[in-house]
């Protein structure tokens, strides 16, 4: 799954990035720990050309009362095992909580890195993965939906992070899912409402592990509570060698939700 990720770019970085506009006091502080609850800027089929807030874990809108799904497998209720070799049909499109959204309400996920746990000790034993050469911020596919407590009558905008089987890099950590990463030339295809169903779930695959890497962090990651930037830090090397690069560039300050954006090798 995907649970935690960290997003600390500035507003004006994410505006240029996704060409969109903040709306007015639209007020966001650099998070290293997102967790689920928690509202996060996210770009939505609805409204394409603006950030606005929503809860990470969705309430599907015809829910009794309040829930949080975390993440949307693309399988379905296929692949039980997780074979990262499934080629098989997404049944993401069948699934009450998520054959709506996923039809039309789809959203870009902003993102400078997400966290994952080991299969068995899972946050107990975090690595921060990131995407080489700097490409950050980047999106990850994500559906939402608008669930109206019955009780008090609030509104609540919610997301789930869709995710897909592990790359090489994941099954390294070892971890057992991925979330779906898009590429630029995907984003706009994906909170288009008028892209094919077809479209869609041929972009639900993992992304290349050639231009991932990931490195070990302390567990105090696993607190909801815990934030800083303090909590990305290696506690030992990262699990592949990046010719030309080094870890603690991408944690310079001038580096994380700084740096000049880079997009080359870029799948499509």
């Avoid at 630029?184 to 779930?201: A, F, S």
Wanted: net charge positive; glycine share 6%.
């Amino acid at each position: 799954m995907c649970g935690r990720y960290v997003l600390a770019q500035k507003i004006e970085i994410l505006e240029e990035r996704f060409n969109v506009k903040a709306p007015e006091g639209f007020d966001f502080s650099p998070n290293f720990n997102i967790s689920p609850g928690q509202n996060v800027p996210v770009i939505s089929s609805d409204n394409p050309r603006q950030l606005q807030w929503m809860r990470f874990g969705m309430v599907p809108f015809w829910a009794q009362k309040d829930m949080m799904l975390i993440n949307a497998r693309s399988e379905g209720d296929r692949n039980a095992e997780n074979d990262p070799n499934y080629h098989g049909a997404k049944d993401i499109i069948t699934k009450p909580a998520f054959r709506k959204p996923v039809r039309s309400q789809r959203c870009l996920v902003p993102a400078d890195a997400f966290i994952e746990g080991t299969t068995k000790e899972k946050l107990s034993k975090p690595f921060l993965i990131y995407l080489r050469n700097q490409v950050r911020p980047f999106a990850m596919a994500g559906i939402w939906d608008e669930w109206q407590n019955p009780v008090t009558g609030e509104i609540i905008r919610s997301f789930a992070i869709i995710t897909t089987v592990a790359n090489a890099l994941l099954r390294k950590i070892p971890h057992h899912r991925s979330p779906v990463i898009l590429s630029p030339r995907q984003e706009q295809r994906w909170v288009d409402t008028t892209t094919p169903l077809t479209d869609i779930t041929a972009l639900l695959r993992p992304y290349d592990a050639n231009l991932m890497n990931a490195y070990p962090i302390h567990p105090a990651i696993k607190s909801p509570a815990s934030n800083g930037r303090q909590l990305i830090d290696p506690v030992g090397p990262p699990i592949e060698t990046e010719d030309g690069a080094k870890v603690t560039a991408y944690l310079k300050k001038t580096g994380m939700g700084y740096s000049k954006l880079k997009f080359k090798d870029e799948p499509e």
